[in-house]
């Protein structure tokens, strides 16, 4: 069964070229995917790469349902108690201090027992604006989706991110189910104006994407809010900690080969322990989790390739 909603209009771009990729890989891989259509969808996404001598950025949502998620979450209470009792935060920088290290591993075992899909799109930097203009006709094609004085950098990240929860959105959420969405708090989403303005940016995307007519209700938040919920830091720091890793190993994992299935089985090393000790837990396939890495790569001509892989035990598999 197919679990990714296909998207189908050319015009979309690179949402559209992503979608293709992805098609390719179901085709080739039944099960890459779990379906989330029961209850309501649970998003956390994070990102990594945003300074300036990295080569890519990376974007990645955590997908799950609410009923997974309750069922989970003992087991998270459990990780917590033995390895992480005074509630201190992960993330992929904070794993070079030696407790949040020693716990990683007990984290990941934890985290692969979650019925859930883990999405990351990698962006090479050389890949241009994905609005085709410049910030300020971006700005003028949606006024209402871009506070005053929002610095032209800080449009185009909105822009990307929102890209990309809007593909992942049409792709895995059926047009009446209800919707919790929770990022880390960063700078486009750093003040109420910033995230309402995101919120109307993304649903208009995705009504690009879908043209849903009665989407079902969508909560979005980010981790710094009162209100957010107890979870949420540990779903982000799971979104974080894919984005980082991957980020570190883009210059080993495949972009794509001109083709529409390929096997690699690669013995390059990976120098940051981090990224290795991810990429072997990911090999060692998790029960439930489901994990899948997209690539926007320019080719030997200049243009972008879009390509979908996922690590299943001797290598990187990628279509």
């Known amino acids: 069964m197919r679990v990714w909603n ?7 771009g690179y949402p559209f070229a992503l979608s293709e990729a992805v098609v390719a890989a179901e085709e080739n891989s039944p099960g890459i995917l779990v379906p989330i259509d029961t209850g309501a969808m649970v998003v956390a ?13 990376a974007y990645t949502f955590l997908v799950t349902s609410d009923q997974d998620l309750k069922e989970w979450l003992p087991t998270l209470h459990e990780f917590r108690t033995g390895w992480l009792p005074d509630g201190r935060s992960l993330s992929y920088k904070k794993l070079k201090e030696r407790v949040r290290w020693k716990a990683f591993p007990h984290f990941l075992k934890t985290v692969g027992t979650l019925r859930a899909n883990v999405i990351t799109v990698m962006v090479s930097r050389g890949v241009g604006s994905f609005f085709g203009g410049t910030p300020d006709q971006l700005i003028a094609a949606m006024p209402d989706c871009f506070p005053n004085c929002t610095r032209h950098s800080t449009v185009e990240k909105m822009f990307r991110h929102a890209t990309f929860m809007a593909l992942i959105t049409a792709a895995l959420r059926r047009e009446e189910q209800s919707m919790f969405w929770v990022s880390d708090h960063d700078e486009t989403l750093d003040s109420h104006d910033r995230r309402e303005g995101f919120a109307k940016l993304t649903s208009y995307l995705t009504h690009g994407l879908t043209r849903w ?4 209700d969508c909560w979005f938040g980010t981790t710094e809010l009162e209100e957010a919920p107890h979870w949420a830091e540990d779903l982000t720091a799971i979104a974080d900690i894919f984005a980082g890793c991957y980020c570190e190993m883009s ?11 390929w096997l690699v089985s690669t013995q390059a090393s990976v120098a940051d322990d981090r990224a290795r000790a991810l990429g072997d837990w990911l090999a060692s396939r998790p029960p439930r989790l489901c994990h899948l890495l997209l690539r926007l790569e320019l080719d030997s001509q200049g243009e972008v390739r879009a390509s979908a892989q996922a690590v299943v035990g001797r290598g990187p598999t990628g279509l």
Do not use: C, M, N, W
């Not at 296909?6 to 979309?12: G, K, R, S, V």
């Not at 210059?251 to 299935?261: D, E, Q, S, T, Y």
């Open 6 to 12: 296909h998207i189908t209009e050319e015009a979309a």
């Open 45 to 57: 996404s994070d990102y990594s790469g945003q300074h300036k001598t990295a080569t890519h950025e």
């Open 213 to 216: 007519q009665q989407p079902g």
């Open 251 to 261: 210059g080993v994992l495949p972009a794509f080969f001109g083709i529409r299935k």
